[in-house]
């Protein structure tokens, strides 16, 4: 059986940073582009880091869009005008 210190430095030991988790996505993005160019690679990491963002964030928060702007960090229109572009609202 474990003990909670154990448990505790387990939970610590299998926390990565969500920079790591971008840049691993990124990378294999890359590679899978196989040398293709590609001119929107900035406007494409950001809808595809926008919309599951929005989608947990708004999970987590009930759906209440107040509670999730103010999480986010964004005004609650900002954050509707985004929701109506990825047809999440």
Do not use: W
């Amino acid at each position: 059986m474990s003990t909670a210190v154990e448990r505790s430095e387990s939970r610590s030991a299998s926390r990565v940073p969500l920079r790591d988790h971008v840049a691993t996505s990124v990378r294999r993005y890359l590679r899978d582009l196989n040398g293709c160019d590609t001119a929107n690679l900035y406007e494409v990491a950001l809808r595809e880091l926008e919309i599951p963002l929005f989608a947990e964030v708004l999970q987590h928060c009930d759906g209440n869009q107040s509670r999730a702007a103010t999480m986010l960090g964004i005004h609650r229109a900002t954050l509707r005008k985004k929701l109506r572009e990825y047809g999440l609202a």
